[in-house]
């Protein structure tokens, strides 16, 4: 499996802002997709993750409300729409992949994207 992620950006306090991750590889229908983010000077955390057979979806409890994962199969994508953005919510996200359900820790991913940077000015 092979990911990329884009969509970063510098936005303020409040706004909206999407990243994607185009997913291949084979049997992705197999895999948990997820988005982790990871702050200077902090562990990567868990964001989000979405099971890409049948949708299921898991947050952070930092994010509930505010952020949604979603895919799309057609074009192999996985979207996070971050809305009322926060400037805790800088830093540095990355897609990830594994086979299996949803896990809040990074260890269990064994795929990732290279990451794309979130900028929130307050």
């Known amino acids: 499996v092979q990911l990329q992620a884009s969509g970063g950006g510098l936005v303020q306090a409040g706004d909206s802002l999407r990243v994607s991750c185009a997913a291949s590889?084979?049997?992705?229908?197999?895999?948990?997709m997820a988005w982790f983010r990871q702050a200077p000077g902090k562990e990567r955390e868990f964001v989000a993750a979405i099971r890409w057979a049948g949708g299921s979806t898991d947050y952070a409890d930092s994010v509930k409300g505010r952020f949604t994962i979603s895919r799309d199969n057609a074009q192999n994508m996985v979207y996070l729409q971050m809305n009322n953005l926060k400037p805790e919510d800088t830093a540095v996200y990355h897609c990830a992949a594994k086979t299996g359900g949803s896990r809040q820790y990074p260890h269990a991913y064994d795929y990732w994207g290279q990451g794309t940077q979130v900028t929130v000015s307050s």
């Open positions: 590889g084979r049997m992705l229908s197999w895999y948990t």
